[in-house]
């Protein structure tokens, strides 16, 4: 009898569910448990415990008792890394060193959220008119439902749910069915750090539960992670339900390489960026462009080189680059994109369609693959890959390198390698894309700064983390106030609109 991972309720862990669905290690591809699937109900329950006086009480918390339980967090993250990193592979099939890199960066977001009284503290100005002050202030939003995909179980929804606590809201977060445990272990470490009950809910389950979330008249902002079919979905549905959401999507992102610049340095970022997590990463690079015919066979040899010497394997083998895919579904919709590139006449370059582990015959596993001569025209190149298969397309010049990078639906993240400040200046001007790196692999700001994508990659003005977060996270109230002296009769009657 497999385990049932279920919701996690005013502190209590709840494992009575009507539904359920597997859970996979994708390392072995063997059923490892069952996730309880909630409903209205459920979502109900979890919001009527986030508007309860208890979680009312956290609204009015002071900064400082507020921090304090992020601070505590953060210490019990670290701590905990290796109990959470095992839990997170176990479920996803990265590698354990990447799951300690996610948790790393979850970290950095919790640590950046103790600076939510920084940046929301308001703006003060004395004597507007006639002994008036204004002043700004903001408030929690109330419940904050989250939404978040299967690629990273905590970082995501560690930087959303810090931030939205840290200024005083209340959260429903619905996680990825698919990596279900890590919720439970968060919602224990925040137990642990002093959170009061009711402040942290967790409601597992899919599409019905979303719903029931993106429906319920309590919940006041939705933040999402995930693909953009879905993303655009709870952006339309959540703000014709009068909520605030933002919903950050998928990504195809470009690697444009110039003659000029330092190949052997862009090959291993390609290979790096392009190939960490199975290539399941919204900043994976996914297309490399090189610019003249040299550069790209210069590229291509060093690459080749490198992909062909990563190891695949279980996300417990120490020895392994990346891991599996994070389910039987994706590994065969991976291998029907490569499929049918080759049918649209790439050149597969390296082909991993038949890696097969030797101990787990059953597990999601891909070889990296590598196709050359790609166009805009195939789905190869249209379509988000969310596996180890990625392509060259080649081009002549910056100017059709930046068109070509421009003409693609998504605009997450961009990459230049070069060496001339002309050519890098040019492309981050012109480039629209949210994340733009300069000879630098994988342009994920660090958390002070805003994250977020451009055109079809996100839904919504505001970002995922840094300083515009904790604005989306809050309310703002401008208040203009006036203490009129008791001695002094000095508001006669005024029908102008007009400022003294
Ligand atoms: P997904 O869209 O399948 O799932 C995301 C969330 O939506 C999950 O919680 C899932 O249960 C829920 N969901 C799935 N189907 C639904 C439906 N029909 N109706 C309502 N809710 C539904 O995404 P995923 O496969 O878990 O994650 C991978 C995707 O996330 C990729 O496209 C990747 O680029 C993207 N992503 C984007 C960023 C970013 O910052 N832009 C970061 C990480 C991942």
């Given at each position: ?108 977001g919790?640590?950046?959220a ?27 939003v109330?419940v904050v439902g989250c939404i978040t995909p299967?690629?990273f179980?905590?970082m995501i929804p560690a930087v959303m749910i810090a931030m939205a606590v840290?200024v005083?809201n209340?959260i429903v977060w619905k996680p ?34 979303v719903?029931?979330l993106l429906?319920?008249?309590?919940i006041a902002a939705v933040s999402f992670v995930g693909?953009?079919?879905i993303g655009?979905?709870v952006y339309?549905?959540g703000t014709?339900?009068?909520k605030r959401v933002a919903a950050f999507t ?201 994250f977020g ?5 996100k839904f919504g003005e505001s970002h995922l983390y840094g300083?515009d977060a904790a604005r989306f996270y809050t ?26």
């Amino acid at each position: 009898m497999n385990t049932l991972i279920g919701h996690y309720i005013s502190g209590r862990h709840i494992t009575e569910t009507q539904h359920s669905g597997p859970v996979f290690n994708p390392s072995t591809g063997e059923e490892i448990a069952r996730c309880a699937y909630g409903d209205a109900t459920v979502i109900d329950t979890a919001v009527k415990a986030a508007t309860s006086a208890n979680a009312k009480k956290w609204a009015k918390a002071s900064h400082a008792t507020r921090l304090q339980v992020l601070f505590k967090l953060r210490e019990l993250m670290i701590a905990k890394t290796a109990e959470l990193a095992e839990i997170i592979g176990r479920e996803h099939g990265k590698t354990i060193a990447d799951a300690i890199g996610e948790i790393g960066r979850a970290i950095e977001g919790i640590e950046f959220a103790c600076n939510a009284p920084q940046i929301t503290k308001g703006e003060y100005a004395r004597n507007v008119a006639g002994d008036i002050d204004v002043f700004s202030v903001r408030v929690p939003v109330g419940v904050v439902g989250c939404i978040t995909p299967f690629n990273f179980p905590i970082m995501i929804p560690a930087v959303m749910i810090a931030m939205a606590v840290s200024v005083g809201n209340s959260i429903v977060w619905k996680p990825s069915e698919k990596v279900p445990s890590a919720a439970l272990f968060f919602a224990e470490l925040w137990k642990e750090a002093g959170l009061p009950d009711d402040v942290f809910n967790v409601v597992q389950g899919d599409k019905t539960a979303v719903d029931a979330l993106l429906e319920h008249p309590k919940i006041a902002a939705v933040s999402f992670v995930g693909s953009t079919q879905i993303g655009e979905y709870v952006y339309q549905k959540g703000t014709s339900h009068n909520k605030r959401v933002a919903a950050f999507t998928g990504g195809k992102n470009h690697m444009v390489v110039m003659p000029d610049a330092d190949l052997e340095a862009a090959a291993n970022a390609f290979v790096s960026a392009g190939f960490g997590s199975a290539s399941q990463r919204c900043m994976a690079v996914s297309l490399l462009i090189p610019v003249g015919a040299e550069t790209a066979d210069h590229l291509r040899q060093r690459i080749v080189e490198k992909i062909k010497a990563l190891k695949v394997g279980a996300y417990n083998d120490p020895t392994a680059d990346f891991g599996a895919v994070i389910s039987a579904q994706s590994q065969q919709s991976v291998l029907k994109a490569i499929d049918q590139c080759i049918a649209d006449g790439a050149e597969l370059v390296v082909d991993g369609r038949d890696f097969k582990h030797p101990e787990y015959a059953n597990g999601y596993y891909i070889g990296p693959t590598l196709f050359d001569y790609l166009s805009m025209d195939m789905d190869f190149y249209q379509q988000e890959v969310f596996g180890p298969a990625r392509g060259i397309l080649r081009v002549n010049s910056l100017d059709e390198a930046i068109a070509v990078t421009n003409s693609h639906e998504y605009g997450n993240g961009s990459v230049i390698f070069t060496r001339d400040g002309k050519s890098a200046h040019r492309f981050f001007m012109e480039v629209e894309s949210g994340m733009i790196g300069v000879n630098v692999p994988v342009p994920l700001p660090v958390s002070y700064f805003n994250f977020g994508g451009l055109r079809r990659s996100k839904f919504g003005e505001s970002h995922l983390y840094g300083p515009d977060a904790a604005r989306f996270y809050t309310k703002l109230k401008s208040v203009s106030q006036k203490w009129p002296d008791p001695e002094q009769q000095d508001q006669a009657i005024s029908l102008a609109f007009k400022i003294t």
